[in-house]
């Protein structure tokens, strides 16, 4: 998740504490390169959202 806009993207760990999103090689769409894990402790984000076929 970005840590300036709340942005979520797949990430690859590269060190302790750095990640990059999966095909971003310029950061978050907002111009971050700060990002951290998304786990229960982000308590806003519905990760379980409803998906409709339509």
């Not at 760990?13 to 971050?32: A, K, M, N, V, W």
């Amino acid at each position: 998740m970005c840590e300036e806009c709340g942005a979520l993207y797949a990430a690859l760990e590269i060190s302790e504490d750095d990640y990059r999103p999966i095909g971003r090689r310029d950061g978050c769409q907002c111009g971050s390169l700060e990002f951290t894990p998304v786990d229960e402790s982000v308590s806003d984000i519905d990760l379980e959202g409803d998906v409709t076929d339509e």
